[in-house]
């Protein structure tokens, strides 16, 4: 009889030390396993950060590459200066790419300089192998070889391809620093716009605003109870 009580004891015991304190564990788990997706998901964000670029044709979601972190510092400083705000598409070539970044044309008093403005850098290129020119990949602008033997890129302006056939000659000359990842579409209804003589839309199209994405973390899967048997 002790025995079988003794036996009894020793069950409820270890019944009762497996229940709240499992839930309890697990639910620190969880919580554990939530902070660190949390970080991870901000790391990345921080090495290859997402941006909106809201134009009168549409909205691009773009990606910045880690393996270019020159350009990628670059331009997210710009975006936090606002520096693309109201600046247009100056150069626009269907079956190739369109243009813009720069600030010059903003301003139509200034149409003889669009395509020739910046800030007063240049960006060291950053040529990655990997990297190549498909269809909405982002790509900086420069100066010619001749006045640019290390093909150091413009300080703001940019290039998304349209045709990437059209365009493969480019790898290794232009730093790709990135790509859009949704959108496709509206690099199609900017293309086909009509332009002049020097590839300037007839019609103007504006980059309204450049905006950070900021990516929300998944939400934690609810621990199972642990004192529920089957």
């Known amino acids: 009889m002790k025995r079988i009580v003794i036996i009894l004891a020793a069950m409820a015991l270890a019944l009762a030390s497996c229940g709240p304190r499992g839930t309890k564990n697990a639910e620190a788990d969880a919580q554990a396993d939530s902070t660190a997706t949390a970080q991870a998901m901000e790391q990345k ?8 670029i809201f134009t ?28 693309y705000d109201g600046v247009r598409f100056h150069r626009v070539i ?3 790419m369109i243009q813009s970044g720069d600030p010059y044309s903003r301003d139509t008093s200034k149409i003889d300089l669009w ?21 909405g990949a982002i790509a900086a602008a420069r100066r010619g070889d001749m006045a640019n033997p290390t093909k ?3 300080g703001s302006q940019f ?6 056939n059209a365009c493969l000659h480019l790898d290794g000359q232009y730093t790709i620093f990135g790509e859009v990842i949704e959108g496709l579409d509206v690099i199609d209804k900017i293309a086909i716009v009509n332009t002049d003589p020097y590839d300037r839309p007839l019609a103007d ?25 089957e």
Not at 62 to 78: A, E, G, M, Q, W
Not at 119 to 126: G, K
């Open 152 to 154: 150091a890129s413009s």
């Open 205 to 229: 199209i504006f980059i309204n605003r450049i905006v950070a994405v900021e990516v929300e973390p998944e939400p934690a899967v609810e621990p199972a109870d642990s004192t529920k048997t």
């Open 115 to 135: 395509g020739q403005g910046g800030p007063d850098y240049t960006v060291p290129a950053e040529f990655v192998n990997e990297y190549w020119h498909k269809k």
């Open 56 to 83: 009168n044709k549409g909205k691009m979601r773009i990606k910045l590459y880690s393996k270019t972190p020159k350009h990628r510092d670059n331009f997210v400083k710009l975006v936090n200066d606002r520096y």
């Open 94 to 96: 269907e079956g190739f």
């Open 159 to 164: 290039y998304i391809v349209h045709d990437e």
């Open 45 to 52: 964000q921080n090495e290859e950060p997402m941006f909106d």
